[in-house]
């Protein structure tokens, strides 16, 4: 299929257990203790707005809001830390979806990085609120390295519904 440049390619039917399965396993790299510091990116934030903005009709708040408790359990820390945090993130991207998709995808990453930054604000603000310490500021790294990785995210989640780029006499799309 020819494409101009500026057009999006058209996109084979999302398979449920590939989405599903890629927050999983989002959620156990999350869990991987490899020490984690302030600026460690949260790979599972990052993979729930990547589907909050491409499907939000079968991802929203309420499993955003289970992944957080999962992952306060997981952490040890206040009960709804990131769930109050994943659920505000996942209602951002709901809202921002429609217009997110029209950019190219380094704007696309320039408009999720205050989405990431907001996420991390509540966690932080949180975390305080509860008598923890302060992380350092190497925790502005890690929204600024979501950001980066949102094109990478694109490209491995987007992957298996692309279509083929040959044209087909049968086929006319």
């Known amino acids: 299929m020819i494409m101009r440049p500026g057009q999006q390619q058209l996109l084979l039917p999302l398979n449920p257990v590939f989405m599903w399965g890629s ?39 309420g499993a955003a809001f289970v992944f957080g408790l999962l992952m306060d359990v997981h952490q040890t820390a206040l009960l709804g830390q990131h769930a109050f945090s994943y659920t505000t ?3 951002f991207a709901i809202v921002l979806h429609r217009r997110l998709l029209w950019f190219p995808m380094l704007s696309q990453a320039l408009q999720v990085l205050p989405l990431f930054a907001l996420s991390h604000l509540i966690e932080l603000g949180i975390r305080m ?37 040959e044209p087909d006499a049968n086929r006319p799309l």
Do not use: K, N, Y
């Open 89 to 91: 993130l996942v209602f």
């Open 129 to 165: 609120l509860g008598g923890g310490i302060f992380p350092g500021w190497s925790l502005l790294l890690s929204p600024l390295i979501e950001a980066m990785l949102w094109p990478v995210a694109s490209l491995l989640l987007l992957a298996p519904q692309r279509r083929t780029p």
């Open 23 to 61: 927050l999983l396993v989002a959620l156990l790299l999350s869990m991987v203790p490899v020490g984690r510091g302030a600026w460690t990116p949260d790979l599972l934030a990052l993979v729930i707005v990547f589907w909050s903005v491409h499907q939000p009709s079968r991802i929203g708040i």
